[in-house]
């Protein structure tokens, strides 16, 4: 049997059981989200989503192969690794200083053992490759992970939105990475939405699933955050399937919307990590659309970039021309997070 075949109907079966067996253990053991005034669910919803994406990216990473070579075996510890982290954060509300130490500790010691980190960032200026020798790269690779991370869990504002972002940037990785005759690589990203998606029905609570319903947790988030960094890095960098700059057009609106709330917040003369309503699924929702229309806003924006991204590079773009493009996106994304920052409707008219 052919291994794509065997993939897509392993994966999400994998993914399916694990849903199956550790929601109703979730529920029993407390291991939920309650509500509260800042959520708009009404009860408590188990946090296994990361535990059943992990389960069918390890049945992803065995079919292909990938965990036997290629650095991947530290992708899969630190994936682990990172989880656990998540997981201990779900349960006692960990503080960001030592989440962030033991983050960027793990990530650090499976890039500088795998040799996947950034070496360079490519031709950004249209002239020679800006290179990042050592340490520095891998310094460098230690920030975007935690960036990464960070905007993911900070993406995960309402059903759907990080793991459908997600699934979109992985569709990007998998077309990008096959394109350029890294079949293992493109068929890992692939397998990662058959996971993805099979935890997003779960999620979105479609007819035959109600009662099933489940979040990411930190766990999760942190693990599709440092899924997506490894991605890119590898497809970048070890594999050279598509420039640097790509990158940012793939993991697009989660840095550009985290980036923006930082500056708003900063220019508030806030902390930039105080919680708020100013991620733009809350600004869309206080422009009174509903959560499956904000949805649906926020992932067509990305699967604009993403698209974007992947048919410059497919066209042969080069990589100033690119690197110019993602200075407009930002320009613009970072225009309509103000501009509807600036509009909200009175608290109380939002749906």
Same mark, same amino acid.
Request: proline letters at 3%; glycine letters at 18%.
């Given at each position: 049997m052919d291994t794509e075949v065997l993939g897509s109907f392993l994966v999400p079966v994998s993914s399916a059981l694990a849903a199956f067996g550790f929601l109703p253990l979730a529920r029993r053991v407390g291991f939920v989200d309650h509500p509260n005034a800042r959520k708009q669910h009404g009860m408590p919803v188990p946090l296994i989503g990361g535990v059943v994406v992990f389960v069918g990216l390890i049945m992803a990473g065995l079919i292909t192969g990938l965990w036997r070579g290629e650095g991947w075996g530290w992708c899969l510890a630190a994936a682990l690794v990172l989880v656990a982290i998540g997981t201990l954060d779900d349960i006692f509300d960990l503080s960001a200083r030592w989440r962030f130490l033991w983050q960027g500790i793990t990530v650090a010691l499976a890039c500088a053992a795998s040799g996947?980190?950034?070496? *360079? /960032?490519?031709?950004? @200026?249209?002239?020679?490759?800006?290179? /990042?020798?050592?340490?520095?790269?891998?310094?460098? *690779?230690?920030?975007?992970?935690l960036a990464c991370i960070n905007a993911y869990n900070m993406i995960d504002g309402i059903d759907g939105q990080a793991g459908g972002v997600t699934l979109i940037t992985l569709a990007g990785v998998a077309i990008l990475s096959a394109a350029s005759g890294h079949n293992g690589t493109g068929l890992f990203a692939a397998l990662a939405c058959l996971a993805l998606l099979t935890y997003l029905l779960f999620n979105l609570e479609i007819p035959l699933l109600?009662?099933?319903?489940? @979040? /990411?947790?930190?766990?999760?988030? *942190?693990? /599709?955050? @440092?899924?997506?960094?490894?991605?890119?890095?590898?497809?970048?960098?070890?594999?050279?399937? @598509?420039?640097?700059?790509?990158?940012?057009?793939?993991?697009?609106?989660?840095?550009?919307d985290m980036l923006a709330v930082f500056a708003r917040r900063l220019l508030r003369g806030r902390s930039p990590f105080a919680a708020d309503r100013t991620h733009i699924h809350h600004l869309l929702l206080d422009r009174?659309?509903?959560?499956?229309?904000?949805?649906?806003?926020?992932? +067509?924006?990305?699967?604009?970039?993403?698209?974007?991204?992947?048919?410059?590079?497919?066209?042969?773009?080069?990589?100033? +021309?690119?690197?110019l493009g993602t200075l407009v996106a930002a320009a613009l994304y970072f225009s309509l997070s103000f501009l509807l920052a600036g509009r909200r409707l009175p608290q109380g008219s939002t749906v």
């Open positions: 996947v980190y950034i070496e *360079t /960032l490519g031709a950004l @200026f249209g002239g020679g490759a800006v290179m /990042l020798a050592g340490l520095v790269g891998l310094g460098f *690779t230690v920030l975007c992970a109600r009662g099933w319903k489940m @979040f /990411l947790g930190d766990g999760g988030s *942190t693990l /599709l955050g @440092f899924l997506v960094l490894w991605l890119l890095v590898a497809g970048s960098q070890r594999d050279g399937g @598509f420039p640097p700059i790509v990158a940012v057009w793939l993991v697009g609106v989660p840095i550009l009174g659309l509903h959560a499956r229309q904000a949805l649906v806003v926020v992932v +067509a924006m990305h699967g604009a970039m993403v698209a974007f991204g992947v048919a410059g590079t497919l066209a042969g773009w080069s990589e100033l +021309a690119l690197t």
